[in-house]
């Protein structure tokens, strides 16, 4: 069965620390992946989305993730985070228009 | 553009009533689909929909109605509201797999 994991349930940092969240999915055959971030009290906003090609993604933000597919992870990463970070962070992985979220990462940034 | 636009934001409801969670996109996406988001277990798929006059069950479907007229609309229907429903409902839209568009949240208590 499809699912996606993401290992990291709350993450506390400190400004300009460096993150890296974990996602790890299963599914058969070509996947597409994504992150997505809510800000408290918003809704889901994309950051980032990886289809083919390059597997090193640039989202909006400074945000970044790998895609490996030997390890089925997309881990999302940020060399150095700010206060505004904090949020609550959700991969996704599918393919055409149906999607699997993972249960989300709470992030809190400390300035 | 206003993307898509979900109606009530807030809505409190008595065990045993029933109530409409409207939806609607302006992006003519094929895909619509209804979340719920509960603390600790991430969006769940509730009802989804491929088009006009298509839909299907999700992860959590008891308890849910949804039906999709048009392109445009999508409404979630409770339809006879139970404390177990107390949650956040997300509608989301989407285009060929481009990831999804997500509205801004109904948050609901069923009291």
Same mark, same amino acid.
């Given at each position: 069965?499809?699912?996606?994991?993401?290992?990291?349930?709350?993450?506390?940092?400190?400004?300009?620390?460096?993150?890296?969240?974990?996602?790890?999915?299963?599914?058969?055959?070509?996947?597409?992946?994504?992150?997505?971030?809510?800000?408290?009290?918003?809704?889901?906003?994309?950051?980032?989305?990886?289809?083919?090609?390059?597997?090193?993604?640039?989202?909006?933000?400074?945000?970044?993730?790998?895609?490996?597919?030997?390890?089925?992870?997309?881990?999302?990463?940020?060399?150095?985070?700010?206060?505004?970070?904090?949020?609550?962070?959700?991969?996704?992985?599918?393919?055409?228009?149906?999607?699997?979220?993972?249960?989300?990462?709470?992030?809190?940034?400390?300035? | 553009?206003?993307?898509?636009?979900?109606?009530?934001?807030?809505?409190?409801?008595?065990?045993?009533?029933?109530?409409?969670?409207?939806?609607?996109?302006?992006?003519?996406?094929?895909?619509? %689909?209804? +979340?719920?988001?509960?603390?600790?277990? $991430?969006?769940?798929?509730?009802?989804?929909?491929? /088009?006009?006059?298509? @839909?299907?069950?999700?992860?959590?479907?008891?308890?849910?109605?949804?039906?999709?007229?048009?392109?445009?609309?999508?409404?979630?229907?409770?339809?006879?509201?139970?404390?177990?429903?107390? %949650?956040? +409902?997300?509608?989301?839209?989407?285009? $060929?797999?481009?990831?999804?568009?997500?509205?801004? /949240?109904?948050?609901? @208590?069923?009291?």
């Amino acid at each position: 069965a499809q699912s996606v994991s993401q290992h990291n349930h709350h993450v506390i940092l400190s400004e300009a620390a460096s993150l890296e969240l974990g996602c790890n999915y299963s599914y058969g055959g070509t996947v597409n992946l994504f992150w997505y971030v809510q800000y408290p009290g918003q809704h889901l906003q994309l950051l980032l989305k990886y289809f083919s090609g390059d597997p090193l993604v640039k989202g909006i933000k400074g945000f970044e993730a790998e895609f490996i597919k030997s390890k089925f992870s997309f881990n999302l990463r940020k060399p150095s985070v700010q206060w505004s970070d904090t949020a609550e962070y959700f991969c996704a992985a599918g393919r055409g228009n149906q999607f699997y979220f993972g249960t989300g990462t709470s992030l809190t940034v400390i300035p | 553009n206003a993307g898509v636009t979900q109606t009530p934001k807030f809505q409190v409801l008595k065990t045993g009533q029933s109530m409409t969670l409207q939806c609607a996109q302006d992006m003519n996406h094929e895909y619509m %689909s209804w +979340y719920r988001q509960d603390p600790g277990m $991430g969006l769940r798929l509730i009802h989804y929909s491929v /088009g006009a006059g298509i @839909t299907d069950q999700g992860e959590v479907p008891n308890g849910y109605n949804v039906s999709r007229s048009t392109t445009e609309d999508f409404p979630l229907r409770l339809l006879s509201a139970a404390p177990s429903q107390t %949650s956040v +409902y997300f509608c989301a839209s989407s285009y $060929g797999g481009f990831g999804y568009t997500f509205g801004s /949240g109904t948050r609901l @208590t069923v009291v």
